[in-house]
């Protein structure tokens, strides 16, 4: 069946302006993770869903970071007033629901903040 | 908290060696444990993981780890290595109640002919 799927593979940007990532999970999933990756660095843990609500949402750096997932099903990770630090690969994750459930990842965005 | 260390970046081997990637982690309560690999140019796979029971855990391609309470580690190992293992290997764990994993800085694995 079909995986994880996150659009767009790239998104290029200047500072100060509005973005949207996309996760298209696994049917059925009922838990979706949104996760950071820096270069030379391990997957930095942003938010986790549980079904539509943010059960965990303590990762998200700052309020210029908010995601949603109005259906229970397709998340939308949001950054305001981009700024060059916010550059790095965006990875999305589902998994069936419980904890120890294995993650399914995206292949990632990745964003370029100029 | 949770926190894991990955001591080595990277690791050079030469292909049918033995090979073990560290992995220590931090918690004062019940873990999840888990390595997740990224081969060249793909997303993150799992490889194995450590939820309860037997604490050596083996993947479908010759790796294996052993959860160590008294130690807080989880070391994967593999006796004997191929080229197709050369990729990047995250350690991760959950616990406490929470769905919050943390990973690792990561380990790149390199098999050398």
């Known amino acids: 069946g079909a995986g994880v799927s996150q659009t767009p593979s790239n998104k290029v940007t200047e500072k100060g302006k509005y973005v949207e990532l996309r996760c298209d999970p696994i049917?059925?999933?009922?838990?979706l993770y949104w996760y950071r990756q820096s270069l030379g660095q391990g997957p930095e843990f942003l938010i986790y869903?549980?079904?539509?609500?943010?059960?965990?949402d303590s990762g998200l750096p700052n309020d210029r970071f908010f995601a949603v997932r109005p259906e229970g099903s397709v998340s939308t990770l949001k950054i305001q007033r981009t700024e060059r630090g916010d550059s790095a690969v965006y990875l999305c994750?589902?998994?069936?629901?419980?904890?120890?459930?294995?993650?399914?990842f995206g292949p990632g965005t990745r964003l370029t903040v100029l | 908290a949770q926190s894991v260390t990955q001591l080595d970046s990277q690791v050079p081997v030469f292909e049918e060696a033995p090979v073990e990637l560290r992995c220590n982690y931090s918690?004062?309560?019940?873990?999840?444990l888990f390595w997740y690999v990224q081969y060249p140019n793909q997303g993150l796979q799992l490889l194995l993981k450590?939820?309860?029971?037997?604490?050596l855990v083996e993947s479908i391609n010759g790796f294996e780890a052993e959860f160590n309470k008294s130690q807080t580690s989880f070391h994967l190992r593999k006796p004997s290595v191929h080229i197709s293992d050369t990729a990047e290997y995250f350690c991760?764990?959950?616990?406490?109640?929470?769905?919050?994993?943390?990973f690792g800085t990561g380990t790149r694995l390199k098999v050398l002919a």
């Open positions: 994750a589902s998994s069936p629901g419980l904890a120890g459930d294995t993650q399914y």
């Open positions: 049917s059925g999933h009922t838990a």
């Open positions: 869903f549980q079904g539509t609500g943010a059960a965990d």
């Open positions: 918690s004062s309560v019940s873990v999840y």
């Open positions: 450590y939820l309860s029971g037997s604490t």
């Open positions: 991760a764990v959950i616990g406490g109640g929470t769905y919050k994993y943390i």
